[in-house]
């Protein structure tokens, strides 16, 4: 079975300051990784996927995350955090196995950003 | 190419009635999935559904809950003899060979 774990469910940050947001995964298979970003009454929004590949993923509005096998890791960062970041963020896993649409989500980190 | 649609937005039901949730896929997805959102936690897979066919319902509850998506129309989420309990968010998704596409959800209120 798998399960994602996103370490602290808010983080709090200024406007201009690094944005870094921690998930950690366990799967018995090679997973295909993604986070997503929901803002409030919205659904959810695709900011970024690692397959295969390239380790270091970029996404959407200046987002990034790295895929580190040996920490079982996926972390999301952004250099200079805007206010319009201000949304709760989901990393999710699935099997290579299986469809990109059968998700195992993290319980999501709230960003909020401060002037 | 408008995205998921699901409807209704916001869904008020006593409970013991019945709640419907629609969900309507991206022009060209077969695949669709709905998953629920409990008030502070993640979104929980609960089906996953083909044209005609249940691929995978391991995450529905085993009673009171069933799911269709028919040769014509949208997929149909259906919730029977609704409790507090089942008062969540309720999201669909529908995928193409590289990515999940969510619809905006239907927010269920049980009274």
């Known amino acids: 079975a798998q399960s994602v774990t996103q370490l602290g469910s808010h983080v709090s940050v200024s406007e201009g300051a690094l944005v870094l947001l921690r998930c950690n995964y366990s799967s018995s298979v090679p997973p295909y990784l993604f986070w997503y970003v929901q803002y409030p009454n919205q659904g959810l929004q695709l900011l970024l996927k690692y397959t295969t590949g390239a380790t270091l993923v970029k996404g959407i509005n200046g987002f990034e995350a790295e895929f580190k096998k040996s920490e079982t890791s996926f972390h999301l960062t952004k250099p200079s955090a805007h206010m319009s970041d201000a949304a709760e963020y989901f990393c999710?896993?699935?099997?290579?196995?299986?469809?990109?649409?059968?998700?195992?989500f993290g319980q999501g980190t709230i960003l909020t950003v401060h002037p | 190419n408008a995205g998921v649609m699901q409807n209704p937005r916001h869904l008020v039901r006593r409970r013991g009635q019945e709640a419907r949730l629609r969900c309507s896929p991206m022009?060209?997805?077969?695949?669709v999935y709905w998953y629920r959102q409990l008030p502070e936690e993640g979104l929980k897979f609960m089906v996953y559904l083909q044209k005609e066919n249940i691929i995978d319902e391991s995450g529905m509850p085993k009673e009171r809950f069933s799911a269709e998506f028919p040769k014509e129309g949208p997929s149909i989420l259906r919730i029977q003899q609704v409790v507090r309990g089942d008062s969540a968010a309720y999201f669909c998704?529908?995928?193409?060979?590289?990515?999940?596409?969510f619809g905006q959800g239907t927010r269920l209120t049980v009274v």
């Open positions: 999710a896993v699935s099997d290579q196995d299986t469809s990109y649409g059968k998700l195992t």
């Open positions: 998704a529908s995928s193409s060979l590289a990515e999940a596409f």
């Open positions: 022009k060209g997805h077969s695949h």
